[in-house]
Antibody
Framework: EVQLVESGGGLVQPGGSLRLSCAASGFTFSGSWMTWVRQAPGKGLEWVGY????????SYVDSVKGRFTISRDNARDSLFLEMNSLRAEDSAVYYCAKLDWNSLNYWGQGTLVTVSS | DVVMTQSPLSLPVTLGQPASISCRSS???????????LTWFQQRPGQSPRRLIY???NRDSGVPDRFSGSGSGTDFTLKISRVEAEDVGVYYCMQATHWPYTFGQGTKVEIK
């Protein structure tokens, strides 16, 4: 059974940093494209970015470019999202999801990030 | 960026009746590899999104056959042949042909 379990969310002050993790199991993580998607409270879904299986290619939406970094550790079946210079508008539930055939076939339960003073 | 426009944004439906959600893209979603990467997701209250349909019309395993997807180019539709109580939630379309990939605003399906 495919499982994606996010962790690391919490309350952080504007300008602060946070590192999210996603533990994967039930599939060949090292061969999978992975993504982060976020959802502000009561709002719709927004892509954050994706990472290639070997980590050699990453892409981000403009709103997080230069502030967020996606990485992975294939030996530990883990995906990460390093978030710096956080803003109030970054407050959201962050989901990791598996990208398959240019679609998201599995999602985690999400972890909530709140940016507030 | 490709803008995905869903309509309606709110859809009250009677149990057992059909429902239809439209999703239009601001440019063609036909990829250079000839695939059209249009996906539909369901998000029930308090849950993570769940994929229902990918590449316009391919239903995921475990998804009831009352859900169907159709369309081409820039115009796509999700249909529910007979709405059941468990179908309540928000439905999103998503394009993954052009980066950045983008979602529609969501359509909230509720029971009348």
């Amino acid at each position: 059974e495919v499982q994606l379990v996010e962790s690391g969310g919490g309350l952080v002050q504007p300008g602060g940093s946070l590192r999210l993790s996603c533990a994967a199991s039930g599939f060949t993580f090292s061969g999978s494209w992975m993504t982060w998607v976020r959802q502000a409270p009561g709002k719709g879904l927004e892509w954050v970015g994706y990472i290639k299986p070997d980590g050699s290619e990453k892409s981000y939406v403009d709103s997080v470019k230069g502030r967020f970094t996606i990485s992975r550790d294939n030996a530990r079946d883990s995906l990460f999202l390093e978030m710096n210079s956080l803003r109030a508008e970054d407050s959201a539930v962050y989901y990791c999801a598996k990208l398959d055939w240019n679609s998201l076939n599995y999602w985690g339960q999400g972890t909530l990030v709140t940016v507030s003073s | 960026d490709v803008v995905m426009t869903q309509s309606p944004l709110s859809l009250p439906v009677t149990l057992g009746q059909p429902a239809s959600i439209s999703c239009r893209s601001s440019q063609s979603l036909v990829h250079s590899d000839r695939n059209t990467y249009l996906t539909w997701f369901q998000q029930r209250p308090g849950q993570s999104p769940r994929r229902l349909i990918y590449k316009i019309s391919n239903r995921d395993s475990g998804v009831p056959d009352r859900f169907s997807g159709s369309g081409s180019g820039t115009d796509f539709t999700l249909k529910i042949s007979r709405v059941e109580a468990e179908d309540v939630g928000v439905y999103y379309c998503m394009q993954a042909t052009h980066w950045p990939y983008t979602f529609g605003q969501g359509t909230k399906v509720e029971i009348k």
